[in-house]
């Protein structure tokens, strides 16, 4: 075996070894058939396992450093230049957010005036549709209502004439 561990490697070893002593059965089953299929493409034996456990135990792969940090003596002016820029930027995020939430507030006011306003047009479009439909009928029941009238109107005055109206004899033929 080569003194060189695949950090990448051991990491999905001992992520499957964790859940293999996990308590949820399904997943410790799942984890230790994951662990057969692996050393089965890799061609690795429990022997050669037990090995790699024992050569790892004394001496564990380095882990990477962190970082240093900046101690807290540094006051310089650059540092407290930053600092205060740190401090504005922060100001001016939350001050962003703040008015970011405000617009968004006003927006789905706005949706919802726009939802309703187009509720209103097509409520008025289908009354306005449903007058138009009644138009045509309107108009001709208005001419028909006129002509019946002057029908009704004619008629109503022959009867009157007719009525009215009698031949009145001849009076003449008594002057005689």
Same mark, same amino acid.
């Given at each position: 075996?080569?003194? $060189?561990?695949?950090?990448? /490697? %051991?990491?999905?070893?001992?992520?499957?070894?964790?859940?293999?002593?996990? /308590?949820? /059965?399904?997943?410790?089953? =799942?984890?230790?058939? $994951?662990?057969?299929?692996?050393?089965?493409?890799?061609?690795?034996?429990? *022997?050669?396992?037990?090995? %790699?456990?024992?050569?790892?135990?004394?001496?564990?792969?380095?882990? =990477?450093?962190?970082?240093?940090?900046?101690?807290?003596?540094?006051?310089?002016?650059? @540092?407290?230049?930053?600092?205060? +820029?740190? @401090?504005?930027?922060?100001?001016?995020?939350?001050?962003?957010?703040?008015?970011?939430?405000?617009?968004? $507030?006003?927006?789905? !006011?706005?949706?919802?005036? %726009?939802? +309703?306003?187009?509720?209103?047009?097509?409520?008025? +479009? !289908?009354?306005?549709?449903?007058? /138009?439909?009644?138009?045509?009928?309107?108009?001709? %029941?208005?001419?028909?209502?006129?002509?019946? *009238?002057?029908?009704?109107?004619?008629?109503?005055? +022959?009867?009157?004439?007719?009525?009215?109206? @009698?031949?009145?004899?001849?009076?003449?033929?008594?002057?005689?």
């Amino acid at each position: 075996m080569s003194g $060189a561990f695949d950090p990448k /490697e %051991l990491k999905v070893l001992s992520d499957i070894l964790a859940l293999v002593l996990e /308590e949820q /059965e399904g997943q410790s089953v =799942a984890a230790l058939n $994951a662990l057969r299929s692996r050393a089965r493409k890799s061609g690795t034996t429990g *022997g050669a396992l037990k090995n %790699l456990f024992v050569a790892i135990a004394p001496n564990p792969p380095q882990r =990477a450093k962190p970082k240093p940090r900046a101690t807290k003596t540094e006051t310089g002016p650059d @540092v407290l230049a930053a600092r205060q +820029q740190i @401090v504005t930027l922060t100001n001016n995020l939350r001050q962003m957010d703040l008015e970011l939430r405000n617009s968004r $507030a006003r927006l789905e !006011s706005v949706r919802s005036e %726009l939802y +309703q306003t187009q509720q209103s047009r097509a409520e008025l +479009q !289908s009354r306005l549709l449903t007058r /138009e439909a009644r138009k045509p009928y309107f108009s001709t %029941l208005i001419w028909c209502g006129f002509a019946v *009238g002057i029908l009704i109107g004619i008629a109503g005055t +022959q009867f009157i004439h007719s009525v009215v109206d @009698v031949p009145r004899p001849d009076k003449s033929i008594y002057l005689h």
